[in-house]
C-alpha cells in the first residue's frame, strides 16, 4: 500500500520510512498499520497469532512477525531499522489484588513495559542515526486514572508512561519523540465480547451497556473506533509535531475532565 488519501487528508508523508506496530493483527494495532502504510511507510506488524499477522502485512504490503513479546528473547528477531516504533501490544486480566495471579501480572508487565523497554534499546540507535523518529506508545486512560481489580493493567500502563516521558527526554536532541496515546474503550473484539458479557450479567441491552457501565464516566457515550486512535497516531508522525514529546494525549470522551 502507498501513500494515498489518507496521507493526503492528515498531511502526514512516511515515504521512505520504517515502522514497526506491535501487536498490529488487529484492533487499535491493525488500524495502526494501515494509516501508516497509507501514508507512504514499510510496515512491520508484529504479533503472537500467525494468521492476523499474515493477513494485516499483505493488506498494507508490509511484513510479518510472529512472536510472544511476553517472552524475554521475542525482540532479539525483530528489526531494529525502525523509523516509527508504536508499542501497542497489551493485554487484560481482571481480579481482585489479593487472587490476581503473579504469573499473570508478570507477563503482563514484560508484554507492556519490557517489551517496549527492549524495542527501544534495540530501534532507537538507527533513530539517533538519521535524526528523526517518533515512538508512540498506545498506553490507556488507564495510564492516567486507575479502576480496581486491574492491577496489572494500571501498573503496566503507567509504567509506559514513565518510559515513555524517559525517552522523551533522552531523545529531544536527536530529533526523536516519544508520546502515549490514551483511549478510553475503544471497539475491539475484547470490548465486543465485554459488552456481550456485562449484558448477560446485568439483563440489559448492550447499547445500555456501553452508555451506563463501560462508559459511566465518560462524557461521549460512544466507543472509539480503531481508526480514530490511528489517526492520533498517525498525526504524531506528521510535519507539525516535532515540538509534541513527553505527552499523554487523553482520547476518553472527557473521562479524565471530569
Request: charged fraction near 15%.
Given at each position: 500500500m502507498t501513500?494515498?488519501?489518507?496521507?493526503?487528508?492528515?498531511?502526514?508523508?512516511?515515504?521512505?520510512?520504517?515502522?514497526?506496530?506491535?501487536?498490529?493483527?488487529?484492533?487499535i494495532g491493525r488500524a495502526c498499520a494501515v494509516a501508516l502504510a497509507a501514508a507512504g511507510a514499510l510496515v512491520h506488524v508484529v504479533d503472537v497469532d500467525a494468521r492476523s499477522a499474515a493477513e494485516v502485512?499483505?493488506?498494507?504490503?508490509?511484513?510479518?512477525?510472529?512472536?510472544?513479546?511476553?517472552?524475554?528473547?521475542?525482540?532479539?528477531?525483530?528489526?531494529?531499522?525502525?523509523?516509527?516504533?508504536?508499542?501497542?501490544?497489551?493485554m487484560q486480566h481482571v481480579a481482585a489484588l489479593e487472587e490476581f495471579p503473579p504469573e499473570r501480572f508478570e507477563a503482563m508487565l514484560r508484554l507492556m513495559v519490557s517489551a517496549p523497554f527492549l524495542l527501544l534499546r534495540r530501534t532507537l540507535p538507527h533513530m539517533y542515526g538519521r535524526g528523526w523518529g517518533r515512538v508512540v506508545n498506545i498506553s490507556s486512560v488507564h495510564g492516567l486514572r486507575a479502576s480496581p481489580f486491574k492491577s496489572g493493567y494500571v501498573a503496566a500502563k503507567h509504567a509506559l508512561e514513565g518510559l515513555s516521558k524517559v525517552t522523551a527526554l533522552e531523545a529531544?536532541?536527536?530529533?526523536?519523540?516519544?508520546?502515549?496515546?490514551?483511549?478510553?474503550?475503544?471497539?475491539?473484539?475484547?470490548v465486543e465480547r465485554q459488552i456481550?458479557?456485562?449484558?448477560?450479567?446485568?439483563?440489559?441491552?448492550?447499547?445500555?451497556?456501553?452508555?451506563?457501565?463501560?462508559?459511566?464516566?465518560?462524557?461521549?457515550?460512544?466507543?472509539?473506533?480503531?481508526?480514530?486512535?490511528?489517526?492520533?497516531?498517525?498525526?504524531?508522525?506528521?510535519?507539525?509535531?516535532?515540538?509534541?514529546?513527553?505527552?499523554?494525549?487523553?482520547?476518553?470522551?472527557?473521562?479524565?475532565?471530569?
Open positions: 501513500s494515498g488519501t489518507a496521507a493526503g487528508a492528515a498531511g502526514v508523508d512516511l515515504s521512505g520510512r520504517v515502522a514497526l506496530v506491535t501487536g498490529g493483527g488487529g484492533g502485512a499483505e493488506l498494507v504490503g508490509g511484513r510479518a512477525h510472529v512472536v510472544d513479546l511476553a517472552s524475554p528473547d521475542a525482540v532479539g528477531g525483530l528489526p531494529d531499522a525502525v523509523d516509527v516504533l508504536v508499542n501497542n501490544a497489551g529531544a536532541e536527536r530529533g526523536v519523540t516519544s508520546n502515549c496515546v490514551n483511549p478510553g474503550y475503544v471497539r475491539t473484539p475484547l456481550a458479557d456485562q449484558a448477560r450479567a446485568h439483563g440489559i441491552p448492550p447499547e445500555r451497556v456501553v452508555a451506563e457501565v463501560l462508559l459511566r464516566g465518560s462524557a461521549i457515550k460512544r466507543l472509539i473506533e480503531p481508526e480514530e486512535v490511528a489517526a492520533v497516531v498517525l498525526w504524531l508522525c506528521g510535519p507539525h509535531t516535532a515540538h509534541v514529546t513527553g505527552a499523554s494525549l487523553p482520547m476518553d470522551g472527557g473521562w479524565t475532565a471530569a
